[in-house]
């Protein structure tokens, strides 16, 4: 077996945009999909099963394999229930592509509380809600694919999205987490930051590039697959254009005592200076490093 042929995929907001795309990219390559999608608005409200049924129907009718789903994956019961699906369907689930999402934006001073848990509760908690529920099989066969999505407004920030960008910046550090955790388990965890043309960016961005979602499910596709061996990484895809994304730590500096307001400001620029920067890494293995070079 290679690439997604004949594994069990479960793939979340699959009804439409990006969550569509990816559902149709591995189908393509033979997966067996669980297309979830409760057909809510961007916003989060209303239910219509039919962009699920029409993806599933898309699927079939190319020659794929897919079911239906509408459980909502804010929810430990609708987390649960997905992966029900994903077992009763099909006896197993080996890739899982956590793509679900909806916007509620608004400045910071004027964003609600319910602004903030609703994106919240979707974006961070539906995917690590997903994900629960899913590990224990994971580990169990000793094999998965995990894809969680981020976006630019997590990584880089953006206006009228602290909610957005605080939910889709924590899932970055879930996945940083679930890497290193599912790596004795053959479990690899990684993170795609799309810009694409959806119903969830209309509006916002340039409606003459060619942002087809095509192009990130490309991605998320080759993250899915039993060849690719990257864990822990973040794929950007904008557009045709792939990148790379690390966070970075610059070389820094040391003090001989607790330094004071004017020692920080006098050695700023010499601490924020890049060349020479290192990707960073969890601080228990620079600890670890460190005692291991002074010969402890």
Known sequence: MSGV?????IVTG????????????LAQGGALV????????????????????DVVREITEAGGTAVADH????????????????????????VVVNNAGILRDST??????????????????GTALVTHAVWPHLREQKYGRVVVTTSGAGLYGNFGQANYAAAKMGVVGMMNTLALEGARYGILCNAIAPVAMTRMT??????????????????????CTEECELTGEIIRVNGPHF???????????DFSSFPNDAEIEARWAEMADLSGAKEGRPAVAVAREKKVGSGG
């Open 14 to 25: 699959a009804g439409r945009g990006l969550g569509r795309a990816h559902a149709l990219r």
């Open 202 to 223: 209309d509006g916002l961005l340039d409606s003459g590039n060619d942002l087809d979602p095509r192009w990130v499910a490309s991605a998320v596709g080759w993250l």
């Open 34 to 53: 669980v297309v979830n999608d409760p057909g809510v608005g961007k916003e989060g409200g209303g239910e219509d099963a039919t962009p699920a049924q």
């Open 5 to 9: 042929d004949g594994r069990s995929a």
């Open 71 to 94: 459980h909502d994956i804010s929810t430990e019961e609708g987390a649960l229930g997905v992966v029900r699906t994903a077992i009763d369907a099909f006896g197993r689930i080996e």
């Open 243 to 253: 990148s790379r994304v690390r966070m970075l730590e610059s070389k820094g500096v």
């Open 108 to 125: 910071f001073h004027k964003m609600t509380i319910d602004q903030w848990m609703s994106v919240s509760k979707v974006h961070l908690d």
